[in-house]
């Protein structure tokens, strides 16, 4: 875990506590679900009950550490917070999820071209088969 993210949550007057640390440890720029989670600090010997982990990541997405997703299933995933926008792809099959780079200012743009809303921010997931499925 990097420091900045420590630094972070020190200077919002929080402390990193045990859980925190190993849920931020794991944690990367692709969602993951609570389960996926849970068997990882199962696995590095950590065994928070869902609650726990619920509440923490509750707690980083509030502070804006972490930014939580949903996607197809309806379950929400969890990912680092990342300084740019960005969107998913999901595999309808295994599950498997990647982040899609897009052009938001185009995106942005054609949104509002076909709206009379003052668009504030947009949520925009995709879904198909990964190359690996469709072998």
Same mark, same amino acid.
């Not at 599950?95 to 897009?102: A, N, P, Q, V, W």
């Not at 200012?105 to 088969?129: C, V």
């Given at each position: 875990?990097?420091?900045? @993210?420590?630094?972070? $949550? ?5 402390? $990193?506590?045990?859980?925190?640390? =190993?849920? @931020?440890?794991?944690?990367?720029? #692709?969602?993951?679900?609570? +389960?996926?989670?849970?068997? #990882?600090?199962? &696995? ?6 869902? #609650? ?7 707690? $980083?997405?509030?502070?804006? $550490?972490?930014?939580? #997703?949903? @996607?197809? /299933? /309806?379950? @929400? ?20 999820? &990647? /982040?899609? &780079?897009? /052009? ?6 054609? =949104?509002? +071209? ?10 925009? &997931? ?10």
């Amino acid at each position: 875990m990097s420091a900045n @993210l420590q630094q972070q $949550l020190q200077h919002r007057g929080h402390r $990193l506590t045990k859980q925190r640390q =190993a849920i @931020l440890a794991i944690l990367s720029h #692709t969602p993951q679900s609570v +389960a996926m989670i849970r068997h #990882t600090l199962h &696995e590095q010997g950590f065994h928070f009950d869902k #609650t726990t982990i619920y509440r923490n990541l509750h707690s $980083l997405v509030q502070h804006g $550490l972490v930014l939580a #997703t949903k @996607l197809q /299933d /309806d379950g @929400l995933y969890y990912e680092l917070a990342s300084h740019h926008h960005h969107h998913h792809v999901q595999c309808q099959n295994c599950g498997r999820i &990647e /982040d899609i &780079e897009l /052009d938001e200012h185009a995106l942005l743009q054609n =949104a509002a +071209a076909h709206s009379t809303f003052a668009i504030k921010q947009h949520q925009l &997931e995709f879904f198909g088969i990964c190359p690996q499925c469709q072998s």
